[in-house]
């Protein structure tokens, strides 16, 4: 149980175009889900955490208009990373909490690697 | 916020070492859990363990929490083990809450 479905795995886009990452919980409804942000050699940094029905919460430093945060519905959040640049190539990896969280904790998808060239 | 240290950062084994890796936390945790990240970025969940003591074959975890501490056991290390192991903490009211990461370990096992 407690699978958690991220899509896609790899994508490369120009310059100034918009990419969409969905992360998607198979078998639960997921109320809260977390979108991280790993780069090369380091560790993964929170970004945002996606409430359904309600407005997301960035952390410090992510801007809000261009990591934009859906989540409309209990199975699905959406990361759409607006006017991509290079520095926005990184990987980015999303998690969701269920009742199954305080037993068993979190559990990731398998994460999206942006390259914006 | 919640401080995570992990050490050591690099670690390295000859093929049937074992090893013991650290993870330090700042503040009272709710959620702890370790993690294994494979060459293809996936985070493959090893342990929940805000506290006590687990085992789950050639792996086991002590988190002892009013020290603060967790540490993670890897016994007879085989060069599948190889890959960056990840801490990660969830403190405040809630079970749900964000979790925070330590900045890995970095395990290579050589044949």
């Known amino acids: 149980g407690a699978v958690v479905s991220q899509h896609p795995s790899r994508v490369i886009c120009k310059s100034g175009t918009s990419v969409k990452i969905e992360c998607r919980s198979l078998d639960f409804q997921a109320t809260t889900m977390f979108w991280y942000r790993q780069f090369p050699k380091q560790s993964l940094m929170l970004m945002a955490t996606?409430?359904?029905?309600?407005?997301?919460?960035?952390e410090q430093g992510v801007e809000k208009d261009k990591f934009l945060i859906n989540h409309a519905s209990l199975t699905l959040s959406t990361l759409t990373v607006t006017s991509a640049h290079p520095e926005d190539s990184s990987f980015y990896i999303c998690?969701?909490?269920?009742?199954?969280?305080?037993?068993?904790?979190?559990?990731f998808g398998s994460g999206t690697r942006l390259t914006v060239v | 916020g919640i401080q995570v240290e992990q050490s050591p950062p690099d670690l390295i084994l000859q093929e049937g070492a074992n090893s013991t890796l650290r993870c330090n936390f700042s503040?009272?945790?709710?959620?702890l859990q370790w993690f294994h990240q494979n060459p293809w970025g996936q985070l493959i969940n090893l342990f929940y363990?805000?506290?006590g003591t687990k085992q789950n074959g050639r792996l086991s975890a002590t988190t002892v929490a009013t020290e603060r501490y967790s540490l993670l056991y890897i016994s007879s290390s085989q060069t599948t083990d190889s890959g960056v192991y990840f801490c990660?903490?969830?403190?405040?009211?809630?079970?749900?809450?964000?979790?925070?990461f330590g900045q890995g370990t970095i395990l290579t096992v050589h044949p």
């Open positions: 363990i805000p506290s």
């Open positions: 990660a903490v969830g403190s405040g009211g809630t079970s749900y809450g964000k979790l925070t």
């Open positions: 503040d009272s945790v709710n959620n």
């Open positions: 996606s409430n359904e029905g309600s407005k997301a919460t960035y």
């Open positions: 998690s969701a909490s269920s009742q199954g969280a305080i037993t068993h904790g979190y559990t």
